[in-house]
């Protein structure tokens, strides 16, 4: 078979600045896809005593708050993680292409990277979004938490973020952040090495470029992509949001860490409980990593 060359891209800045574009579409897709199942996952994970699963989370969400409580802490993630998603494919596109280079691989050929290579780039653009990550979800998983029953402790974003700075500093700001590298290590490794093995797999058995892969296998590679980093991560993932919801004085807090919190859960819940909210997370993987995906292809052949 002839070999499958993709269009080169000319200069190295605006190469990065289209990938950090494309990554705002992706990232701006997912909130909107995806928000609904994350609140009602964070619920589950950080309020296990409030809601008997997840029918009964959704129906008290739209009980207390209306539809609109499906969409509490919005504002920061779609800021936020337009960002974040920027940041992880601007990473990932430069590791494939460091690795093609230390492979080899030609100027404008198609990149057939190993699969440890694929995983170690997503890893990779996975600390590197944590950055970002870290604070953008623990204002939104504080501001999730919150119900109109209850007295709201913050008033939107700016408000979290203000008295949470102003109370305990960056430190606060960044607090549960060894659980975040953690799961986003892990989790963008997965993430990654599933979707670009299925992407390569595909050009090479069909001859077909990058942009000519259609819609849908985007879409369901996308899907794949997601269900791949939470069947993988999903227990750090509860240890993050139980620590990042947790109070920030010494006599408020429930956990002295991110070991002593994974062994206060085997104990008081058993294993079940590093996968409470696991079903709306599930539900939540396709469709948000799908129109992710799909929003970074497509404005990858847009920005050409």
Known sequence: MSQTVEPERTDGGMRAVKDCLAGSVG??????????FDTVKVRLQTQPELYRGTIDAVRKTIQNDGFGGFYKGTTTPLVGVGLCVSIQFLVMEHMKRTFAKINGTPNGQAPNLSAAQLYMAGATAGVANSIVSGPVEHIRVRLQVQTAGSAAQYRGPIDCIG??????????IYKGQVATVIREFNGYGM?????????????????????????????LYGAAAGFAMWL????????????????????????????DCAQKIMRQEGVRGFF?????????????????????????????
């Open 191 to 219: 993430y990654f090495l599933a979707y670009e093995a299925l992407v390569q797999r595909t050009m090479r058995q069909t001859g077909r470029r990058r942009d000519e892969l259609s819609s849908g296998l985007v879409c």
């Open 276 to 304: 409470r909210g696991i079903t709306p997370c599930l539900l939540r993987a396709a469709p948000a990593n799908a129109a992710t995906f799909i929003g970074f292809e497509m404005a990858m052949r847009v920005l050409g």
């Open 163 to 172: 008295q949470i700075y102003r109370g305990f500093g960056l430190c606060g």
């Open 232 to 259: 993988t991560s999903y227990p750090i993932d509860v240890i993050k949001s139980k620590l990042q919801t947790d109070g920030f004085a010494a006599g408020a807090r429930k956990y002295n860490g991110t070991i």
């Open 27 to 36: 990232g701006i897709a997912q909130v909107f896809a995806g928000q609904p």
